[in-house]
């Protein structure tokens, strides 16, 4: 089977790597955004955002607990949990060194996070390459020894039909030779020739 290899743009190799740094930049600016528009020392708005980080921090633990827990919701709400915290201080704070120390720590726990699922999906992309390399070997494989028998099959069916072929003409040359007389061969102890299409020599 011919796969169609496609080569992937670079930007479409790029984007996942970039994209904790997209993440938690884009959170950033939107919070500063906040922060220019009124929430710089706003205790509701710092409240709301600590109640909301809390409960999802909360939903993650949750998520996580026990042997059912689903690590996709949980890291989800972590996920939810720190950039709503990263927003309310970058949303409160009155300056920008604050800020800019809490998006680095939270874009350097991404990326650990993130180089954690790159490793893990790595290893299952190679693992999986690597199975379709071998059931494409041991097919191919197969596809050469059946191409082998039936090569033999079809050379011994020709052979045989050739021979066939000359042993017919043989016998119906002999046949044709002057004072042919089967029945005075067998009487000669040679052996009787054998009938063909219920005809008898």
Known sequence: MNEQITARHWLAMALPKAAPAIATSTVLILARVWNANGAQH???????????????????AFASAGRAGD?????????????????????????MSLPLLLWALATAVAYGLAARYWRTDRRETVAYQRRTIERHEN???????????ARAQVET?????AY????????TARA??????PA?????G???LPARDGESW
Do not use: K
């Open 184 to 188: 005075a061969l067998a009487a000669g």
């Open 71 to 95: 690590s996709v919701i949980a890291g989800t709400a972590f996920a939810t949990s720190g950039a709503l915290a990263l927003t309310g201080v970058a949303g409160y704070a009155d300056g």
């Open 176 to 181: 044709a030779l002057p004072g042919f007389d």
């Open 42 to 60: 706003s205790i509701g708005n710092a409240a709301l955002m600590v109640v909301l980080a809390t409960g999802a921090a909360a939903a993650g």
């Open 164 to 171: 066939a072929t000359a042993l017919a003409a043989a016998l």
């Open 139 to 149: 097919h191919q494989h197969t596809e050469t020894v059946e191409i082998i028998r």
């Open 157 to 161: 069916a020709r052979e045989g039909g």
């Open 190 to 192: 040679l052996p009787e």
